[in-house]
């Protein structure tokens, strides 16, 4: 009896040890494979010393340069430079890769654009920081308020949501500026606070000399001028993160709710309260080959109170990154409530990882704030992409994707790292 008992406790010690050594198998193998895969650099290598061996004690490193060559139907034909860095800081296992982004760019549409971001976990996660900063000449084309039907009652109402898709565009200079600052409360939680600064300055309605337009018709209605606004404000945040990897994830979870407040006393032009909402969840379908991989988002976008300026409302490629909707150009449906979803699969061409590729499905809604509601139309895209592996390291890919929505809407659309 007394050795029945000492087994049944000694037991689950055991197994919990051995589930905790499988999991430490698993990832030194991962790294392994992720060390051994073949990326630009290694193609480079052996096109120009091709009898030069790869040195396995150099340290693979983690930052990515490249010509920042792309094309899609928001911007025309781009044309500039672009790094991608990665680390993980310290020497704690269990830190997250510290992820940071620069670029500057013209395009055949007049757009001219620079800016620096970051995400940087510090060693064991204590803090992350979170930052962008821009500076841009922009040409935004605008499709109206809404999700692509007429609402409302009068001629300016049905010009407003713009049925018929009809493009309109606003030119103008952009700075942004933003900062949130989290703390780790308990593993993989972190509540967060900081400022965000959105200005635009000399803001061209090319359209206006024709009559009446909806950028014209939303600033009259809400009260914000024509020819330029600020839109500044505090951000209060909580996220919850799991992925292995910040760039290309095989598994865990990413969430993240925040809460703008957008003060007059700041300079905003017009105060208001908005809820958003973001969520990534990763599915490796393979122990053996991890790059198999349901990928899913969310992200939505809430006012709470107040107005937005009328190019600040959440919608297509509204997102942190700028990567959602592929196959519409941004803010092609936007509105004052915004939902967002898609599914995407990953897996790979080659076995040693320098091609693989992609599927995703992708859905939004809007409301438009004169009698269609949230949810109650939706609006598709979806596509197909390769992804060329640049950097081993970091997981950093070339995505190549060709992507197709409603009205017509599809194009070609190029980024480095994975859209989410």
Known sequence: MIQEQISAQVAPVDSLKADSLRADSLKKQQLLADNAAYDVSDLIRNVFHPHRKPDSLRKKSGITPMPNIAYNP?????????????????????????????????????????????????????????????????????????????????????????????????????????????????????????????????????QSDQGLTPYHIYNERYGFDDDHYQSNGFLFNVQYTTRDNQNRAYKGIYSDVGLRVNQTWLGSSKSAVQLTTD?????????????????????????????????????????????????????YFKGPLYFYSEVEYRFPILRNKFLSGVTFFNIQTANDDLGTKLFEHWQPGGGAGLRVLFNKATRTNLCLDYAFGKYGARGFFLGLNEAF
Not at 92 to 101: G, Q
Not at 302 to 317: D, K, N, Q, V
């Open 74 to 206: 928001s911007i025309g034909a781009q044309i500039g430079v672009k790094a991608v860095a990665g680390r993980i800081l310290g020497k704690d296992p269990n830190t997250l890769m510290s992820v940071a982004a620069t670029s500057a760019s013209i395009t055949t549409k007049g757009i001219i654009y620079f800016y620096l971001s970051h995400n940087v976990y510090t060693p064991g996660n204590k803090w992350n920081l979170q930052g962008s900063l821009v500076a841009a000449k922009t040409v935004n084309p605008d499709f109206g308020v809404g999700i692509g039907y007429g609402a409302g009652t009068t001629p300016e109402d049905l010009l407003l949501t713009n049925p018929g898709r009809k493009v309109y565009t606003q030119h103008a200079q952009y700075y942004s500026f933003r900062e949130k600052i989290y703390k780790q409360i308990e593993d993989n939680l972190f509540v967060g606070a900081g400022v965000s600064f959105d200005i635009r300055r000399k803001i061209e309605d090319r």
């Open 279 to 331: 969520f990534r969840k990763y599915w490796s379908l393979s122990e053996r080959n991890p790059e198999h991989v349901i990928a899913f988002w969310n992200w939505g976008s809430y006012m709470i109170s107040g107005a937005l300026p009328y190019l600040e409302m959440a919608g297509t490629g509204k997102d942190t990154n700028f990567r959602s909707g592929r196959g519409y150009t941004i803010t």
